[in-house]
């Protein structure tokens, strides 16, 4: 569960249950003769994570900040868990984020970056269905015409203006998403 739970969640209950265990267990096989099985559940066995040096808090730059998510979505050396919530809290949101890529849609970096983390995030049939809800079709113009609220009717015609000029439907999109329709 530490190394290859696809959530945060279940990185953290495997180191848990290992912080919980591990010490009884190893007594328990030192106790009934079996060192090698001692060995294999100790803490020398266990691969080496790097974590990020938080000593220092710098102020970063929203660019310098998001290379470091995409750096850490496609370092198959940090735990498979924490990439998937990278990518699922972080990344997939990056297009509405950055006025560049409202307007014209996400750059060729993102997809790369989205190409990069399919391959080697999706390992079965229910990591294709949650990596599905990142890729979920973001460029759909906002249909909705039933909402008659402020933010909509003031949105609306500058998201038709843009489509308009760039022929991408992009900052529709992401007002949908965030719940502006």
Known sequence: MIDEGRLLIENMIGTAIVREARAPLT?????TGRPGDARFVSAETDAAVPMPDRSQRNVVSLEEAGRGVRRAIL???????????????????????DLRQVIFGPDAEYRFTLNAARQSLVRRQSDSLLFALIERDKVHAVTAEGSRGRAV????????????LTGQ???EACLSLFGVH
């Open 27 to 31: 007594a328990l096989y030192e106790i």
């Open 153 to 164: 009717r003031t949105t609306r015609p500058v998201g038709r203006m843009i489509t308009a």
């Open 75 to 97: 370092d198959t050396t940090q735990l498979r868990g924490l990439r998937w919530e990278m990518l699922l809290s972080q990344f997939a949101l990056e297009p509405c984020t």
């Open 169 to 171: 439907r992009h900052l």
